[in-house]
């Protein structure tokens, strides 16, 4: 038998077992944090920057837009407090202005002519839409038409953004407002279960001449999580976190939903957007994570999540999702198991998933890591899952 046939004989026995039971300072390195309070001031926005707003209609289901949101859209997780933290060295001439809500950075840059371009660093969770739903909605802002997935691939340059490797996208068309050329560069990269939009627009001219410039500045990008705490050197301990409480060293749990952790799981710092993080040992060095997170409204869908996973797999996305439905008390939940690569790592990876639906908000639960390790804990995966209580 297939390991696709075993996966989907398995799901169906697990709704067997399951359904009984309910009922700007040059050249200096910059910081910045995402502030406890979210009423901060909009950044200016360049008037002749080249960025258009889109109408909401015009995004990919359940996606913001994400050119210069000044409003925490219905569907997302707001940027976390003190676990969103990412430093920089602002390139000289570029000027750093005061971000949006939801920007955690924000340039302008004007050259001797008048000409301008805007920078813009957001983090999403629980977005919904693809990267590639993403880059043709960039080329419709830009009066492009959109392209295949195939094509649009192709085009992809490889750069790095933190250590980590990035896709960049080079978009040239027309100002939709003045009519003049136009340059959209946008570079999308996904950490854990975030992806990052990096993103330079406005005069054609301009932002070409500064491209190599950003691609520099993506270079010096450092970001502070549980896994790699900005400005410290690798296997050093994070000093603090934003759900561990300072006195104790305990992780807080206020305002979650409870819940039966297995044994064998190791609670730790959950970091940016998620409620709780368990990491679970396997055999040898083998491993598996548990990721819980949650979103007003739906999250954007099952099929956009869906796809994202795949992307973090390495596997292209796909037309439909192979779901079981996953009844849970006072909600309805979906389960879909991915096979492929982790693209961090280059080794052997799988992710059981259940999204979760409640009136008003969508928890998103993931399992991922070695095969093996998540074959032999799924089930008890999907029995934590059935447990919470809302």
């Not at 075993?6 to 067997?16: D, F, I, K, N």
């Not at 705490?229 to 976190?241: C, Q, Y």
């Not at 052997?348 to 639960?365: G, K, P």
Request: overall charge negative; proline content about 7%.
């Amino acid at each position: 038998m297939s390991k696709f046939s075993a996966q989907v004989v398995w799901l169906s026995v697990l709704v067997a077992l399951l359904l009984p039971a309910f009922g700007c300072h040059r050249d200096q390195a910059q910081v910045y944090q995402v502030p406890q309070d979210q009423n901060q001031p909009s950044s200016p926005q360049a008037s002749t920057a080249g960025g258009t707003n889109v109408a909401a209609s015009s995004l990919p289901a359940g996606h913001p837009d994400i050119s210069s949101m000044q409003s925490m859209p219905a569907g997302m997780v707001a940027p976390d407090t003190s676990a969103a933290t990412v430093a920089w060295k602002t390139p000289a001439g570029w000027t750093q202005v005061a971000p949006s809500e939801m920007r955690v950075g924000s340039f302008k840059i004007t050259d001797v002519a008048g000409k301008q371009a805007d920078v813009s660093i957001i983090p999403l969770a629980g977005m919904g839409g693809s990267d590639f739903a993403n880059v043709n909605r960039w080329r419709g802002q830009v009066g492009l038409p959109p392209a295949p997935d195939g094509v649009l691939q192709s085009e992809a340059e490889n750069v790095e953004a933190g250590g980590r490797p990035a896709q960049l996208f080079d978009i040239v068309g027309t100002n939709a407002a003045g009519g003049g050329a136009s340059r959209i560069i946008a570079v999308v990269q996904h950490r854990d279960d975030t992806a990052w939009f990096f993103k330079m627009t406005g005069d054609a001219d301009l932002v070409e001449q500064q491209k190599p410039v950003f691609v520099d500045f993506l270079k010096t990008l450092s970001f502070s999580s549980p896994e790699s705490p900005a400005g410290l050197p690798p296997g050093h301990p994070v000093i603090g976190d934003m759900n561990t409480t300072e006195a104790t060293g305990s992780i807080s749990h206020e305002g979650q939903p409870a819940w039966t952790v297995p044994t064998g799981w190791q609670e730790a710092p959950a970091g940016s957007f998620l409620l709780a993080k368990f990491t679970i040992a396997g055999n040898g060095s083998a491993s598996a994570i548990v990721n819980v997170s949650q979103s007003t409204g739906d999250g954007g869908g099952l099929m956009s999540n869906f796809n994202r996973w795949r992307g973090q797999l390495g596997l292209p996305p796909a037309d439909q999702a192979l779901a079981i439905n996953f009844p849970v008390p006072g909600g309805q939940g979906q389960a879909v198991s991915i096979d492929g690569t982790n693209v961090e790592t280059g080794l052997a990876a799988e992710i059981q998933a259940v999204v979760v639906s409640l009136s008003d908000h969508t928890y998103f639960y993931k399992l991922m890591g070695d095969p093996s390790t998540v074959d032999a804990h799924k089930q008890e995966f999907m029995t934590f899952v059935k447990g919470v209580k809302y």
